[in-house]
Each structure stands twice: as structure tokens, then as C-alpha cells.
């Protein structure tokens, strides 16, 4: 039994989207994490390899996160698409995604379902947790499996930095308490996959992230 993840750096922003899936699954069923722009590459991976997305599931709706996911459902088809009930108005907003401070505007297809926080998704015979984890935005979420020891945290922690908080519905006090007491709660061993920039650890970012330090920000 294994969690396989495929990366995707996708667009001008260089967003991390992913394809998980349990490599044991002879139904070849998926998930898509993120859906950015210029897509392609993972969309014609998903197709190659003929995996069947059952979820899309955004981390949080910037636009740099939600941009394909129109591209993904006219190649694809219907996706259900979920994300925390907190942003269930950001795909259709470009003021509430920010490309409106970057034109062109998105306005992306909101979301079938939405997420608070405490859920258990299973996909083949991995199970996630969801974990509210707010700061960069008011519904980021993290995907966490402790069977696989594996996070992906959206844009709530980065290899030595975390995730801007100047954002108009950003939160100081709420990034520093999803960093102190929610990520940095997960075992050491836990791999941290971003929504941007390269993989790393708990333990690794505990004794090195400068942002993680106590009073640091």
C-alpha cells in the first residue's frame, strides 16, 4: 500500500497542485489538489494515465489555486469540487480570489460542496483528516494522513516561511495559531507538501523555520 503524489508547478505564480492517489487502487481513482492556471500538464497526466478524479479539493481560493478549474471540467467533466465553507464565495469574486490586483479578473466555478474543518475523506484505503488552518486566508485547510505521514498545508507553511498575511481577508492571530497549534502538533516525521515551493518536514521547519520561532511575528 502506497500514497502516490504527483507534483504540478503550475502558471506565473508557480503553484504546487497535486495528484493523490493509493497506488493499490485498481479503480484508479484520484484526487486533484488545487487547480491553477495553465493546468495542462496535469490534466493530460490525469488522462495518460487514465485516473478518475473523484475530488478536486482547494486548499484555500486564490486565484492562483482556483484559476483551472473551468479547464479542468471542460476536459474532465464534473469534478465535485470542495473547499472550507469560510471561502465559498472566493472562486466567483475576483476581489475576494485577488485577481483583481492582478488582471485579468477570475471568476472561477464555485464549489459543489464545502468543508469545516473535523472531516475524515477517504480515498482507497487512505484516510485524511481536514485541519482548519486559517491565517493566509480565512479557509485555508491541510490535508493530513497519518498512516502515509504526509501534510498538504496550502499556503499556511513554506520551507523556512509561511504564508503572506497582508492580504485584506488575511489574519495575523489566526496563521499564528494554525503554524503553533495545529501544524506544529503533527509529528516530527510528518512530510509538509506546500502550495508553493519545495517539500519539507515538521521537524525540519521546527528547528529552522525563523517564522515558527516563539514571538517571531
Known sequence: MALAMDRF??????????????DADSSKSCWIIDCSYQPQSMLDFIEKRGLKPSLCILTHCH????AGLAAMRLRLGPV???????????NEDPNLNLSAFIPPGVSA???DACLDG????ELGQFYFRVLHTPGHSPGGITLWC??????????????????????????RDAMHHSLHEVLLHLPDDTAIHPGHGES?????ERTTNPYLRPGAF
Open 9 to 22: 508547478v503550475l502558471g506565473d505564480f508557480q503553484t504546487n497542485c497535486y495528484v493523490v492517489r493509493d
Open 63 to 66: 486565484c492562483d489555486h482556483v
Open 80 to 90: 465535485n469540487t470542495l473547499c472550507h465553507r469560510a471561502e465559498k464565495e472566493f
Open 109 to 111: 466555478p464555485p464549489p
Open 118 to 121: 473535523g472531516e475524515m475523506l
Open 146 to 171: 497519518p498512516e502515509a505521514k504526509v501534510a498538504i498545508v496550502g499556503d499556511t507553511l513554506f520551507e523556512g516561511s509561511m504564508g503572506r498575511i497582508d492580504f485584506p481577508t488575511s489574519d
Open 200 to 204: 519539507t518536514t515538521i521537524a525540519h
